[in-house]
């Protein structure tokens, strides 16, 4: 299994930024995805999380209502939309993988089983 997380970068405040995370070597469609992040001293922390189907989410606290995840199943990829941006939401985001059968939203950051590399998301005020 191979992650490949994109689109960070440097944004304004109030922004918006969008994540994708490529996969490979896995069959996409039977897997739980979900992204976290990692600000400097912090620790990693659950941002959201999508069923295997696409159906089903959660979500942090810290993003409701400003963050959306999504997959394609056709494509590999599951994707992180982040509206209103804070100079809080800077972190090093990542994606991760775990099989699922069934339609179950994994939240907890020790049931994932891969890791992409991260992205940098910086977010100036």
């Known amino acids: 299994v191979q992650l490949q997380a994109s689109g960070g970068g440097l944004v304004q405040a109030g922004g918006s930024m969008r994540l994708s995370c490529a996969a490979s070597?896995?069959?996409?469609?039977?897997?739980?995805l979900g992204w976290f992040r990692q600000a400097p001293g912090l620790e990693r922390e659950f941002i959201a999380g999508i069923d295997r189907t696409g159906y089903n989410t959660d979500y942090a606290d810290s993003v409701k209502g400003r963050g959306t995840i999504s997959r394609d199943n056709a494509k590999n990829t599951v994707y992180l939309q982040m509206n209103s941006l804070k100079p809080e939401d800077t972190a090093v985001y990542y994606c991760?993988?775990?099989?699922?059968?069934?339609?179950?939203?994994?939240?907890?950051?020790?049931?994932?089983?891969?890791w992409g590399q991260g992205t940098q998301v910086t977010v100036s005020s």
């Open positions: 070597r896995m069959t996409f469609s039977t897997y739980a």
């Open positions: 991760a993988a775990v099989f699922r059968s069934n339609g179950i939203v994994v939240s907890v950051s020790g049931s994932y089983t891969h």
